[in-house]
């Protein structure tokens, strides 16, 4: 199985950018982001059959006699279902969450049968998918720093308005509409690539011989951040709201992100 460690490398790269597409979809009704998506799925579900026909060409068996086995044959059968209903129907909740499901245990199968075979090969892609877990986390960071920067920066470009200080500031700082805008484009880019590294790094500290604690102060912290990042969403798309009231929030939730990363990180009993 892990002779081929690039090849599933590249499926999870893939799945990766299909669930952004669709969390962007999902969140902004965006139809390219939902072909785009639809199309890097399709290319996931094509290398998946591929290695289910594989496997049953090889073993002359249909690969569900395990529990690794069956993981990966639910994961084929969410791809696929979720492949079918999005071409027939428009239902974004219904593809986002079956899509986040379907990663999770195509990730959890990889992880588990790694540590099962313990070879050289599947030891290296469960260290290199940890690398990914913390790339991905990192990144999201720097998404919500980017955002936390834009809504400083509409803050005071909203306090020099309302006194009506006229001055090089003003014209430098920009438009309080755009500000706002990107700052709201930085946390939909950053919750997915946080929300996928959630994923990895709790399955790999499931899977791990490492010893994992789901109540780690680091961990829950994780999941916290993700939480409050998406209630700024919800706020945002579903209860409309914009402007000064977000930027305060968007400022809050940063704030915890950095005691998230640096206090409940020395906390941690195995995070860094």
């Known amino acids: 199985m892990f002779d081929f460690k690039w090849l599933y490398e590249f499926i999870i790269f893939i799945y990766c950018l299909s669930l ?7 969140i902004q009704y965006n ?9 890097l799925l399709s290319m996931v579900w094509v290398l998946q059959t591929l290695f289910l026909l594989g496997e049953m060409l090889t073993y002359s068996n249909f690969p569900i006699s395990t529990i690794y086995d069956g993981l990966y044959f639910y994961a084929w059968i969410l791809v696929t279902f979720s492949l079918v209903i999005n071409r027939l129907f428009r239902v974004d909740f219904f593809i986002f969450f079956t899509n ?22 599947s030891m290296r892609l469960v260290s290199e998918l940890l690398v990914t ?15 936390c920067i834009f809504s400083f920066m ?8 309302k006194e009506k200080k006229w001055n090089k500031w003003l014209l430098r700082l920009g438009d309080l509409g755009k500000l706002d805008s990107l700052s709201y484009i930085a946390v939909v880019l950053g919750v997915p690539l946080l929300l996928i590294a959630n994923i990895l790094g709790m399955i ?6 490492d010893e994992f604690y789901i109540f780690d102060s680091k961990t829950l912290g994780s999941f916290v951040v993700l ?3 998406l209630i700024y969403l919800f706020l945002r798309v579903v209860r409309g709201y914009q402007g000064r009231a977000m930027a305060l929030y968007n400022t809050g939730a940063f704030l915890f992100l950095l005691v998230n990363f640096f206090l409940f990180g020395s906390l941690s009993n195995f995070h860094f």
């Open 204 to 209: 790999w500290g499931y899977t791990s011989t």
């Open 20 to 26: 952004i597409g669709y969390f962007i979809d999902f």
């Open 133 to 147: 877990h913390i790339t991905l986390a990192m990144v999201s960071y720097g998404f919500f720093t980017f955002s």
């Open 154 to 161: 509409y803050l005071l470009q909203y306090r020099l308005l």
């Open 31 to 39: 139809r390219k982001a939902n072909r785009i998506a639809f199309w």
């Open 227 to 229: 939480g409050v990042y």
């Open 100 to 121: 986040v499901l379907g990663f999770f245990l195509m990730v959890l199968h990889i992880f588990t049968r790694a540590n099962t075979d313990a070879t050289e090969q």
